[in-house]
Nanobody, 126 residues
């Protein structure tokens, strides 16, 4: 399974960005699996942002971001998105997508998914 994240960039505070994560290679087929987004700000540990179950039900957000960030999936394109609105300078981070055949990211915000994509940098200027 390969994950390719894209969509990062420089945006002013209050702006929006949409990140994409394309799944390729030996995909999960029609089975349910979980996709998630994490971020790592400079000098900080990587933290869970959001996750959803693809080909199934269930989403989870870190409480502090719910309402500004939305995770969604396009099954036909094997792509998961993270829509980020009302961005703040503290949202500046490298954002990573991840995938796992289990539901732990949705159930428990697990930060140990099996597959990781490369990061995409989001910089929010004040």
């Amino acid at each position: 399974v390969q994950l390719q994240a894209s969509g990062g960039g420089l945006v002013q505070a209050g702006g929006s960005l949409r990140l994409s994560c394309a799944v390729s290679g030996r995909t999960f087929g029609s089975s349910a699996y979980t996709m998630g987004w994490f971020r790592q700000a400079p000098g900080k540990e990587r933290e869970f942002v959001a996750a959803l179950v693809v080909n199934g039900d269930g989403t989870r957000y870190v409480a502090s971001l719910k309402g500004r960030f939305t995770i969604s999936a396009d099954n036909a394109k094997n792509t998961v998105y993270l829509q980020m609105n009302s961005l703040k300078p503290e949202d500046t981070a490298v954002y990573y997508c991840a995938a796992d055949p289990g539901r732990e990211m949705v159930v428990a915000a697990s930060n140990t998914p099996r597959y990781w994509g490369q990061g995409t940098l989001v910089t929010v200027s004040s």
